[in-house]
């Protein structure tokens, strides 16, 4: 048996790995969060600060850029979640993380400060933080909460959108452009992700986002996500990409059959397991290479059925994105005595990502439209568990960390749809 001493070292050698990997740091610091001294606390106030979205068991999340441009939201935490190791240090103005085993051991960060974004409210009064999050990059709008199935009846059981001031009859178009423009004068931003819940009508709630779409494009050069749910007819998911959006995700959110149904009854009843697949697979003929995502939350369902829901999804050109879960808004399933859930280990997470990283290398899939993205792992970060120094790589890498190649991006998605609509047009 090792002696206590051994246990020690050995667990001083894995956490300096994980602080050398930012992959590994990024999947560590979400799943355990962060501890802020009342120094460093005070110090994030006077400039800083964290973002007013707290999480169950949190007390919010502070956004951090770690070493290789990784961004991610990390929560909080105030002694009501699992004891985490991590702490942030605050030292001549640099940031630091550091392990409680071993204090030598750090990792130098960035910290960014939460946007205006969160301290602003529409001309109608409506807080932009009911509407909309942003995270570094990342920015993502709801003009509209409503969702039927916001019952009890019907509800996704880690879903906790509300229906407090509801916004029925959706946010102002002039209200989401200006939500924009104030979370762009802070943060890089260069794609909008827009998002609907089940509004009951046969378009997924696409005709709804349409305005938006539209006076997005108008005024800013910019791409635009939409989140919303599989149309009935596939003649809507041609019409929202010629509509002028860029990518789309219709979020499964958990593969196997059974799973789904019991954790999402209202998709699964109104929409169906086999219409996510088919719409998924068709979106990804319509739209370009890495436009069509889909959601798979880790830990609500074995993880041999995360993996198989990576290789389906890759085969038909569909880029899985892997959300780990967490509670959110105060809706957390760990106390749902009804329904297990699958907490993965740091080794089972590295697994799944490689897998993940292995099956887009394979298809070729394009990663410039789904990356910086702080909530969440990309499957470009994939690169930091797999090792891969391949030409593919190096020129994924390079191509998405230029400004000039992003802003590409957005003349060659307009120009693609432009040809291909007229081409449908003609046929």
């Known amino acids: 048996m090792r002696s206590a001493a051994a246990r020690v070292d050995a667990l001083v050698s894995v956490y300096a790995q994980i602080l050398a990997n930012p992959g590994l740091l990024k999947l560590e610091l979400m799943m355990r969060g962060i501890r802020v001294p009342d120094a460093v606390r005070d110090r994030l106030n006077g400039g800083f600060g964290v973002t007013g979205h707290a999480l169950f068991g949190s007390a919010g999340d502070v956004d951090l850029v770690l070493p290789g441009g990784t961004w991610v939201s990390v929560p909080v935490t105030d002694g009501r979640m699992a004891p985490t190791p991590y702490a942030l240090d605050c030292v001549d103005d640099a940031f630091t993380i550091r392990v409680d085993e071993d204090a030598s051991a ?76 104030i979370a762009r004068a802070d943060n890089p931003i260069d794609m909008v992700y827009l998002s609907v819940g089940h509004l009951g009508t046969s378009d997924g709630g696409v005709r709804f986002l349409e305005p938006y779409v539209a006076a997005i494009k108008k005024h800013f050069d910019i791409l635009v996500a939409v989140d919303a749910l599989p ?20 979020n499964l959110e958990i593969f196997d059959a059974e799973r789904f149904e019991r954790v999402c009854p209202g998709p699964a009843r109104e929409v169906g397991r086999a219409r996510f697949l ?61 329904i297990e859930l699958f907490p993965p280990t740091l080794d089972e997470l590295i697994a799944l990502h490689t897998h993940l990283y292995s099956a887009v290398r394979a298809r070729k899939l394009s990663l410039n439209l789904v990356r910086d993205i702080a909530i969440v792992t990309t499957p470009l970060e994939g690169r930091f568990f797999a090792n891969d120094d391949s030409v593919w790589t190096s020129l994924q890498v390079r191509v998405m960390g230029s400004r000039v190649g992003r802003r590409t991006s957005t003349v060659l998605s307009d120009l693609r749809r432009h040809l291909r609509v007229r081409r449908i047009e003609q046929s």
């Not at 990804?284 to 059925?305: D, R």
């Not at 995360?306 to 809706?331: C, D, H, N, S, W």
Request: glycine share 10%; net charge negative; charged share 25%.
């Open 231 to 250: 149309p009935e007819d596939d003649g809507w998911i041609d019409r929202t990409y010629a509509m002028g959006v860029d990518a789309v995700s219709y």
């Open 278 to 338: 088919d719409a998924l697979a068709y979106a990804a003929t319509v739209f370009p290479s890495g436009g069509v995502t889909c959601h798979l939350i880790v830990g609500l369902e074995p993880l041999e059925s995360t993996r198989a829901g990576i290789t389906a999804l890759t085969e038909m050109g569909v880029l899985p994105v892997l959300p780990i879960y967490r509670p959110f808004k105060g809706r957390d399933m760990r106390r749902d005595a009804d």
């Open 106 to 181: 750090t990792c130098r960060v960035e910290v960014r400060r939460p946007s205006d974004f969160f301290t602003r409210t529409t001309s109608t009064g409506i807080p932009y933080g009911r509407i909309g999050t942003v995270h570094g990059p990342y920015l993502a709008l709801s003009p509209s909460n409503r969702c039927t199935f916001l019952t009890d009846a019907d509800r996704c059981r880690f879903c906790g959108v509300g229906q407090d001031g509801a916004t029925h009859g959706g946010v102002p178009v002039d209200d989401v452009l200006e939500a924009i423009r």
